[in-house]
């Protein structure tokens, strides 16, 4: 399933991601990100108050595909994550498992795609087909400014709770070589953005928001958002400030119709995490 990518405190990484727990952040960025949220959600409020949509709508139409499509999208991405876990030795290094976990996740949205497409679906039906560079970009931005302090002080407070563990940070403490710095980048910022944004937010919030047709979505994005979130469990509670993430992305393509917005800001989002992630984590000779 497409839960290989970054999300949340830290990077998503094949087989989920999302790494909650930060070590002191330089206040000067701390600040920066506040100030930037407080900011956004100060506009969204504005704009609520006026009678203006948050986002503004753009015209799409019910995706066509059903729930037994749903289903087989899922198990696609079973199927090809459990053919690649098969084909590793049970002593392969754990670069190599989560290379092979996140060309998992790629091929298994690739025949994703396929499957679709020859059940009839368009690009535009797969949120891909109205490509606006500059607005996308810009609501990309506008929802990491808004997200980004509140989320990751979220993953930061559980993380207190309940420690975070996952094979990306046991990776990165072993070795901090290009190898391995290109392996995480490109599963979190690149593949798992992709993956789960096509899966959670266009395949199966699509879906269900023809089942529970609510004039704002709410229910669609909400169910999809828990789906997104759940799908993370076993992380510590990494899947707790997933949820409000999920949301802000559910938002996005359910406004849109285009899972391109909502690409961008979760291959930024898990940028940022990233980039935490190895400030926190100590390197191989810090660590020995």
Sequence with gaps: MPTDGADLTLPEVPDGLDVPGILPVPAPLVALAVAASLLVATRIVNRRRAGLPIVAARPHEPVPWGGADVLQVLLIHVAVAFAGVAGLADDAPLAIRLAVSGLATAVGTVFSLAYLIVRGATLRDLGLGDVRPREDLRLAIGGLALVVAPVLAFAYAVN?????????????????????????????????????????????????????????????????????????????????????????????????????????LHGLFNAVSLALLLLQTPTPAAAG
């Design 160 to 264: 207190l709770w309940v420690p975070y563990e996952h094979p990306i940070v046991d990776l990165l403490r072993a070795q901090r070589n290009a190898a391995a710095l290109a392996i995480v980048a490109v599963s979190a910022v690149i593949v798992a953005p992709v993956a789960e944004e096509l899966f959670f937010r266009r395949v199966l919030q699509g879906w269900l928001e023809k089942r529970l047709p609510a004039a704002d979505g709410g229910q669609a994005v909400g169910l999809a958002a828990a789906a997104f979130a759940l799908a993370h469990a076993g992380q510590g509670l990494a899947f707790m400030p997933l949820f409000p993430l999920a949301l802000v992305l559910g938002h996005l393509v359910r406004r849109t119709g285009s899972i391109l917005p909502a690409v961008l």
